[in-house]
């Protein structure tokens, strides 16, 4: 799978397959992928994170190779593009134990489903079992946590510090993806946390405005600068979706606003989740982008990247070393 093949598998988003093929499909409980079941497919050295669903009018569809065999292949519109395994996960992904706390959220962006799905909130002592059960495994090789909002941002990173300094004896990189705080970087860098996520959701501050109307971005921004300060290069991150209607003008320029505070920005292409059918009214130009257009904005961050001085391929939890999702830099392209 080269990054022209990811690019077109991103751009569709789901394949038909069989659920005979999977194990135990994965359902999302963060963000806007929140419950989509899913499974990750990995080939000569790439790996790409697909929804999973019987759908005969999709366009990918997956096939096992031979009868009794791990191989498989993906057809698009009838055509083999690409062959490789269906890889196992951990804890929402390969590799990581990778946790929500809260799968609720007192904000309403308008792409995402998690106010709609109302779930629960982890307990201390749940989410520490579960990174137990994982370690035992021997695949963890991080430990990534993120929440949503129950009750209030400061709460919700009181729970991530106390959670962060119980899990900082599997001597393993940790990270936190959350909504920012006035000292939320400090406090969780101090628990041990080595990672820090915080999204700026989209850098067209028109659409903002109407999709993430309960969120701020200028201090989310300056969140980010803080972070930078604290945690280093290369250990900051923020997703940044691409389909609401923005102009590739706007992604290139926020992308170099975000690389030059030393921020890796996580290019995410929108998902158009079934709860959320109201996004089409708060931004009309909504759409799933193409693999051209994710394809050339990749490319273009590498070159932003490597011109700042920062390396997605040093990140050691969350999204980036994982890269289902996502077409990263100094690794996919």
């Known amino acids: 799978m080269d990054a022209k093949t990811k690019a077109i598998l991103i751009a569709e988003g789901l394949a038909d397959i069989d659920p005979g093929l999977l194990d135990n499909p994965k359902v999302s409980t963060a963000g806007p992928g929140a419950g989509i079941s899913s499974f990750f497919f990995r080939s000569g050295g790439h790996r790409v994170r697909l929804e999973a669903r019987r759908d005969p009018d999709a366009r990918l569809k997956v096939r096992r190779v031979s009868p009794g065999g791990d191989e498989v292949t993906i057809l ?3 055509r083999e ?3 490789g395994t269906i890889e196992p996960t951990l804890l929402h992904c390969p ?3 990778y946790i929500t706390i809260s799968e609720r959220c007192i904000f309403n962006c308008a792409f995402c489903p998690v106010p709609k799905l109302a779930g629960r909130t982890k307990s201390h002592d749940e989410v520490l079992k579960m990174v137990a059960d994982a370690y035992k ?5 991080a430990i990534s946590i993120t929440s949503g909002i129950e009750n209030s941002p400061e709460e919700e990173v009181a729970r991530a510090v106390s959670i962060v300094k119980s899990l900082v004896r599997y001597n393993v990189p940790i990270g936190v993806s959350v909504y920012p705080t006035a000292d939320s970087s400090l406090l969780l860098k101090e628990a041990g946390s080595l990672e820090i996520k915080y999204n700026v959701e989209t850098m067209d501050r028109s659409i903002f405005k109407r999709a993430c109307a309960d969120m701020d971005l200028d201090f989310v921004l300056e969140s980010l600068e803080d972070a930078a300060r604290i945690f280093g290069r290369n250990r900051v991150y923020s997703n940044f979706i691409i389909g ?3 102009s590739d003008k706007t992604v290139k320029k926020g992308v170099q606003v975000l690389a030059e505070l030393g921020v890796i920005p996580i290019l995410r292409a929108l998902v158009l989740h079934p709860l959320r059918p109201d996004l089409v009214d708060v931004c009309p130009g909504a759409a799933r982008p193409s693999a051209d257009r994710l394809l050339m904005l990749a490319r273009f961050e590498r070159k932003v990247l490597d011109d700042c001085g920062l390396n997605a391929n040093l990140s050691k939890t969350m999204c980036l070393p994982c890269t289902g999702c996502d077409l990263v830099p100094h690794r996919d392209v």
């Open 95 to 97: 590799e990581q134990a």
């Open 244 to 246: 609401l209607g923005e």
């Open 81 to 83: 593009i690409v062959r």
């Open 76 to 78: 698009c519109d009838g």
């Open 137 to 141: 495994t021997g695949n963890m090789h």
